[in-house]
């Protein structure tokens, strides 16, 4: 139970060991600048997940969980330090993450970590491979009008295997791609150059599925269901510590207009084993100890 609670006030853990599955499962998104990792990431939690005034490509990776604790950003060095709630000022290279936290249904499941762009050249690769080991899903985004380019493909070749049955490859603004015959060519492609090194290769469009609140066909037609049901049933298996079992918790055949109705009263299996964080008081800005490793 105090491991439990440990992990709700935001304490980090170095790494991940094979006895910690009763706290919350972490799911990376990871691609290119301009991938659509952060409209996913606002489509999740249902709310931009930082301040309108910074945008992720001014920011090393950003540890979004469910609280209404104040940010703070870990450095290097193992020390926590409060930071204002607007992240201005934030030093990249001695940060290795910012913990916020937002009240959302999604973030009631697993926390979200969303990484810097892998093709920012403003952005030393080292600011996301030293939180690598924090995750246990990822999401890749990759473009589909240049879906799985080489850089990419080349990034992910550096990542540890034992990611490919716990990841997905999103084929994010398949809106882009106006002919149903190029968008089967695109993504019969895609699955044929990364065959056994995802879950699955997800098509999606996520501004027409942002834009489907209400509309049960729109939210189904933008591939968000499915999306869903994937996530979902991944997150289960690491907060059950059975990974590769694919049992479904969200019923695809019946879409959903929300996100929240999708994650809602249809999650019935286990439940239990899905570890709710404690909300914590905000914090006044001060130095912190190193964290414990």
């Not at 193992?78 to 993450?97: F, H, M, N, R």
């Not at 599925?209 to 996530?231: C, K």
């Amino acid at each position: 139970m105090n491991d439990e609670l440990n992990e709700g006030t935001g304490a980090p853990r170095a790494e991940v060991t094979e006895d910690a599955v009763a706290r919350h499962p972490r799911v990376a998104l990871m691609g290119e600048f301009s991938a659509g990792k952060s409209t996913l990431s606002n489509l999740l939690i249902g709310k931009s997940a930082l301040p309108v005034n910074v945008t992720a490509t001014q920011l090393p990776p950003v540890w979004i969980s469910y609280g209404d604790d104040a940010p703070y950003r870990l450095s290097v060095d193992g020390a926590e330090v409060d930071v204002d709630p607007s992240l201005d000022g934030i030093a990249v290279q001695d940060t290795k993450y910012v913990r916020v936290f937002h009240e959302a249904k999604f973030l009631e499941f697993c926390d979200l970590i969303d990484m810097p762009g892998i093709s920012d050249p403003n952005m030393a690769a080292e600011v996301w491979q030293r939180v690598i080991p924090e995750a246990d899903i990822i999401i890749w985004c990759s473009h589909a009008t240049q879906a799985w380019r080489q850089s990419e493909a080349a990034v992910w070749g550096t990542l540890p295997d034992e990611f490919y049955e716990k990841s997905l490859l999103l084929l994010t603004r398949m809106d882009r791609i106006l002919s149903e015959r190029d968008q089967q060519r695109v993504i019969k492609r895609v699955k044929s150059e990364t065959r056994g090194m995802f879950r699955e290769v997800l098509p999606v469009s996520l501004i027409k599925a942002v834009e489907a609140s209400g509309d049960p066909d729109a939210w189904a037609a933008s591939g968000a269901d499915v999306l869903i049901a994937n996530l979902m049933n991944l997150v289960d298996e690491v907060a059950s510590g059975q990974t590769g079992r694919r049992v479904s918790r969200v019923k695809s055949e019946q879409p959903s207009a929300t996100l929240n109705d999708a994650m809602g009263e249809r999650v019935v299996e286990k439940p239990k084993r899905i570890v709710m964080p404690a909300r914590v008081r905000p914090r006044p800005l001060v130095s912190r100890t190193p964290a414990r490793s």
